[in-house]
């Protein structure tokens, strides 16, 4: 077991958890609006989500996840998630004050719960996980052998982790440069994006439900 391949690996967890999706939108909004621990929260929830996924195809329960009428709940289920967290989203833009939200934070509590529910419940996170965690085991298990499996997934996790601590940073340092209005246009941004990603799955959930 080498050093560059422990860090492979943890550049792989940054790389799996960086491009823009619903996670990171939700992560955005509440990190902006609620500080570092509440954008901390939601990545926490959602890395709880991605270990079940994680969990769940290194049990080898892939054949669950992957019969139709499962799919098809969570398409549809995944983007009413959405879709109530974007509107939400919106909704809340126009009340959005930072003095205010100083003092009346969200609790780190919904924080989490908003992370663990959009990802839990997103199809292409479930599908993502399938397809590329499910060929990286086949594949490490074909060249290194089952021994280190374990080992391997953690460092997975850790580049999850280590991405979660940069965003709710990077989240923190922007919050003391934005002022009421920019607030805004960041919340309502961020809730299109999840109305967006919501309606989407539904469309998917409809197709497979029609087909």
């Given amino acids: 077991m080498s050093v560059q391949l422990l860090l492979s690996y943890i550049f792989l967890g940054l790389t799996l958890a960086a ?65 109530y967290s974007g509107v939400e989203s919106i909704s809340t833009a126009n009340k959005v004050d930072i003095q205010a939200t100083m003092r009346n934070k969200e609790s780190l509590t919904k924080s989490f719960m908003t992370g663990f529910m959009v990802s839990i419940t997103s199809p292409l996170s479930i599908l993502f996980w399938l397809g590329i965690y499910g060929s990286i085991l086949a594949k490490t298990a074909s060249a290194y052998g089952t021994a280190h499996l374990f080992i391997y997934s953690s460092m997975i996790f850790f580049g999850l982790a280590l991405w979660d601590l940069t965003v ?44």
């Avoid at 340092?173 to 919501?198: A, C, E, P, T």
Wanted: hydrophobic share 55%.
């Fill in 168 to 211: 709710a940073s990077l989240t923190t340092g922007l919050r003391r440069y934005l002022n009421d209005h920019m607030l805004k246009w960041v919340s309502l941004i961020s809730g299109i994006s999840l109305i967006g990603f919501g309606v989407y799955f539904c469309i998917q959930g409809i197709k497979a439900l029609a087909g």
């Fill in 19 to 83: 491009p823009m999706g619903p996670v990171n939108s939700a992560r955005l909004d509440k990190g902006i609006k609620n500080g570092f621990w509440n954008a901390w929260s939601v990545g926490a929830g959602s890395m709880i989500a991605d270990g079940i996924f994680m969990l769940l195809i290194y049990l080898g329960m892939v054949r669950f996840l992957n019969m139709p009428e499962i799919q098809i709940f969570l398409w549809l289920f995944g983007g009413l998630v959405l879709v």
